[in-house]
């Protein structure tokens, strides 16, 4: 079974930096990509962004185009979100997904994942 850890969340002001990681064990490791999402309160799970193993190219919603990036180091089965220029609307539950081989859904949707981490909290005070 697979299995997916996050960390880094936290409590940090607008305009602060966060790093989140997501470390990957099991059968994530046969993932075609890895994938952030995040779910602020009441609202539906979105996507944020992805990156594909191979050749690393990467993903991401317009809202945090150009304040976060993310990479991964496929030695340690991780990827990492680096969260800048935070705002208050950014805060929100944030998950790691890992996308299958064998998932042939977008990878800007839910049922693009086939493995889902617990989640960890990031709030930007105002």
């Known amino acids: 079974q697979g299995q997916l850890v996050e960390s880094g969340g936290g409590l940090v002001q607008a305009g602060g930096s966060l790093r989140l990681s997501c470390a990957a064990s099991?059968?994530?490791?046969?993932?075609?990509?890895m994938g952030w999402f995040r779910q602020a309160p009441g609202k539906v799970r979105e996507f944020v962004s992805a990156?594909?193993?191979?050749?690393?190219?990467?993903w991401y919603a317009d809202s945090v185009k150009g304040r976060f990036t993310i990479s991964g180091d496929i030695a340690k089965n991780t990827v990492y979100l680096q969260m800048n220029s935070l705002k208050p609307e950014d805060t929100a539950i944030y998950y790691c997904?890992?996308?299958?081989?064998?998932?042939?859904?977008?990878?800007?949707?839910?049922?693009?994942?086939?493995?889902w981490g617990q989640g960890t909290q990031v709030t930007v005070s105002s």
């Open positions: 099991g059968r994530t490791f046969s993932s075609d990509a």
């Open positions: 990156i594909k193993w191979s050749g690393g190219t990467t």
């Open positions: 997904a890992a996308k299958g081989r064998d998932n042939w859904y977008s990878l800007y949707e839910n049922r693009g994942y086939n493995y």
